[in-house]
């Protein structure tokens, strides 16, 4: 998978943050570039971006690398209970891995103790070959410990709907390296990207049942843009062509982007 973001989740996270770029147009979107020295900086800064507040930008990020987390070890799950040992374990992650290092000064940020023990014990459990029940039970058990850190009871729902809409575009720029002309050409990508949108579905389920109305509507419209992009993950590990592109992906992200934007 390649990073979605570069570095520590503090003021550089804030600043090149892609939450409301475009997909394939890229038209009107702030993207992170970098300058000769490597620096990375804004592109453009569109309406769109200045409707987030920093801090909650910064949650937005924070809840989106922790929703990849969650897709990488959700994918890796479904191919060890078929049998696919060798590739659950390339989407397994340990505390050392750059995905939660790079989750570490927003963690202390939070005080909160982080989920490593959880982490390495499901990822013990599937280098170890232990039974599918076993490893079903860390993945329970280091869910369980994410929840307590994401904390979502406490997040307004335009946060969550903007990490989810940062969750389905890591799973395009995915999709777009696993894919190309209706061929799998990188297995472990095609499987990121389900995994990240899987994420996003069951993030978007736990979402309190006491809306407003007009929440309410702007999840389920939500949904409606996941439920479109289920088409583009036939099997966990497709023998034949496939019919989409990431295109597919990016249009649906923009869309959750600009639904989560219109709530206050």
């Known amino acids: 998978m390649q990073k979605h973001v570069k570095g520590s989740l503090g003021l550089l996270v804030v600043l090149t943050a892609i939450t409301t770029h475009a997909g394939a147009t890229g038209a009107g979107t702030a993207v992170p570039v970098a300058d000769a020295a490597g620096a990375v900086q804004l592109a453009a800064v569109s309406p769109e971006d200045q409707a987030?507040?920093?801090?909650?930008?910064?949650?937005?990020?924070?809840?989106?690398q922790?929703?990849?987390?969650?897709?990488?070890?959700?994918?890796?799950?479904?191919?060890?209970?078929?049998?696919?040992?060798?590739?659950?374990?390339?989407h397994m992650k340990h505390p050392e891995d750059e995905l939660y290092a790079?989750?570490?000064?927003?963690?202390?940020?939070?005080?909160?103790?982080?989920?490593?023990?959880?982490l390495t014990a499901l990822s013990s459990a599937v280098e170890s070959d232990q039974p599918v029940a076993a490893v079903e039970q860390a993945h329970n058990a280091l869910s369980q410990a994410m929840d307590r850190v994401e904390g979502l009871a406490d997040v307004s729902l335009k946060t969550v709907l903007l990490s989810?809409?940062?969750?389905?575009?890591?799973?395009?720029?995915?999709?777009?390296?696993?894919?190309?002309?209706?061929?799998?050409?990188n297995h472990?990508?095609?499987?990121d990207s389900l995994g990240f949108t899987e994420a996003a579905r069951q993030r978007l389920d736990k979402l309190a049942a006491n809306l407003s109305q007009t929440e309410a509507e702007a999840a389920d419209r939500v949904?409606?843009?996941?439920?479109?992009?289920?088409?583009?993950?036939?099997e966990l590990?497709?023998?034949?062509?496939?019919?989409?592109?990431?295109?597919?992906?990016?249009?649906?992200?923009d869309d959750i982007g600009a639904i989560a934007l219109s709530l206050p």
């Open 164 to 185: 989810i809409e940062y969750m389905t575009r890591t799973a395009a720029e995915e999709y777009a390296l696993g894919v190309s002309e209706g061929h799998v050409v």
């Open 237 to 253: 590990v497709p023998a034949g062509r496939l019919h989409g592109d990431a295109s597919l992906l990016y249009a649906a992200a």
């Open 52 to 64: 987030v507040d920093p801090a909650d930008q910064d949650t937005v990020t924070f809840l989106g």
């Open 188 to 191: 472990h990508e095609y499987q």
């Open 102 to 118: 790079d989750l570490l000064p927003a963690l202390e940020a939070r005080n909160s103790a982080g989920f490593a023990a959880e």
């Open 223 to 234: 949904r409606q843009q996941l439920q479109r992009i289920d088409a583009l993950w036939p």
């Open 66 to 90: 922790l929703g990849l987390i969650r897709g990488h070890l959700w994918v890796g799950l479904q191919l060890y209970s078929k049998g696919h040992h060798e590739m659950a374990r390339t």
